[in-house]
């Protein structure tokens, strides 16, 4: 890998630093043969703070990030990164200015102000304990609660799925398929249309089932990725999804985030 392959990236936020974290991650996701050095530098409320990261950015000509609202903090950034010759994105502010431009109203320049306590953030976290508490059906009751119940077989990505809606408030119960397991009864008293059933490719899966048996020090080659297994699953999957009715989504070549917006506007279409 040469070097123009390799990069730093710096996030530093006075909050968690989520924002500016995912607009990176975003950008990054485009470029999957970059070697990058990506840093995520949390709750920075003093200059001290930021000046001794700014020169450990300077080492290595980061890319820098950040979503600073405290005028002090960033004059600081802006006149280091310009004397030193580092490119800097301010994330928020150029928006700030343009909706008080707009609207004549003042911003409260709050730091950490979208990570506020008030109910939206409880009900997040209530929602992932959801999730956690009736991951791989470990408890059929969960079914009759959630907002949305994920089925598939094994390697459709139902946990980090579910994890993902989850922290969209989404109140998530999934369920691994197999045809050797019985359906708990509580799924068919389930309006169909709060349930999805996950499916995949079949060489796909085969892929990622021996992927996974390898990461185990395991021989890939199993009744687990075989072929004549997987058709198997995925002809038990589909027969059953015809019989509840419900939505049927192929994760195949899908991330996880495009396989929850097709939940979500779904979800709320109806």
Not at 155 to 174: E, F, G, M
Not at 249 to 254: D, P, R, W
């Amino acid at each position: 890998m040469n070097e123009h392959s390799k990069l730093a990236i710096y996030v530093l936020s006075d909050s968690v630093g989520g924002t500016a974290s995912n607009i990176s991650n975003a950008a990054l996701s485009q470029f999957p043969q970059l070697e990058c050095n990506f840093k995520i530098f949390s709750f920075i409320r003093e200059k001290n703070q930021l000046m001794n990261i700014l020169k450990k950015a300077q080492e290595v000509n980061a890319i820098i990030l950040h979503t600073f609202v405290s005028k002090t903090l960033i004059h600081t950034i802006h006149d280091f990164c310009s004397e030193n010759d580092l490119t800097c994105f301010d994330i928020l502010n150029p928006i700030m200015r343009e909706i008080s431009k707009r609207t004549n109203l003042q911003p409260q320049f709050k730091p950490g102000a979208m990570h506020k306590l008030d109910e939206n953030y409880f009900d997040r976290i209530g929602a992932m304990e959801f999730a956690v508490t009736y991951d791989d059906g470990k408890d059929p009751k969960g079914f009759l609660e959630a907002d949305i119940v994920i089925l598939g077989i094994s390697r459709t990505s139902k946990t980090p799925l579910s994890i993902y809606l989850a922290n969209q408030n989404y109140k998530v119960a999934n369920l691994p398929l197999m045809p050797e397991a019985e359906i708990p009864s509580e799924l068919w008293s389930v309006d169909p249309k709060k349930i999805v059933g996950l499916t995949n490719d079949e060489s796909i899966l085969s892929n990622i089932r021996k992927e996974r048996m390898i990461s185990y020090g395991m021989n890939p080659d199993t009744p687990y990725s075989s072929t004549e297994r997987i058709q198997k699953e995925i002809r038990y999957a589909e027969t059953l999804y015809a019989k509840l009715g419900c939505q049927i989504i192929n994760v195949a070549n899908k991330s996880i985030e495009e396989t929850a917006a097709i939940i979500v506007n779904s979800f709320q279409a109806h």
